[in-house]
């Protein structure tokens, strides 16, 4: 089963930056597109970032536009997410997630995941 696999998660406080890696060991990136999922207590799974398979286009959520930015180095296999200017709102658990063709906004059209990684932003 292919599996994606992130890390780079931590505590930071606001205002502060970090930045998340997503592997793929077993299959090769370069023929998805990539995914960013958040999902913080309580509530629902929500689309981050998206990036094509080529990396030329990209796409953010309203409210990390400006302080996020995603990447991809296919030579690497890994997708990136960078986080600046964190908030506490940016609590949650953050996952990675492939598919074949499209960025779509619902979770459920991503049919390879990774197991997430925690960023908790907190004074």
């Known amino acids: 089963q292919l599996q994606l696999v992130e890390s780079g998660g931590g505590l930071v406080q606001p205002g502060g930056s970090l930045s998340l890696s997503c592997a793929a060991p077993g299959f090769t990136l370069v023929d998805y597109y990539i995914g960013w999922f958040r999902q913080a207590p309580g509530r629902g799974r929500e689309r981050v970032s998206c990036?094509?398979?080529?990396?030329?286009?990209?796409v953010y959520a309203d409210p990390v536009k400006g302080r996020f930015t995603i990447s991809r180095d296919n030579t690497k296999n890994t997708a990136y997410l960078q986080m600046t200017s964190l908030k506490p709102e940016d609590t949650a658990v953050y996952y990675c997630?492939?598919?074949?063709?499209?960025?779509?906004?619902?979770?459920?059209?991503?049919?390879?995941w990774g197991r997430g990684t925690q960023v908790t932003v907190s004074s």
């Open positions: 997630a492939a598919r074949r063709r499209g960025c779509s906004n619902q979770w459920s059209d991503f049919g390879t």
């Open positions: 990036i094509t398979s080529s990396g030329g286009s990209t």
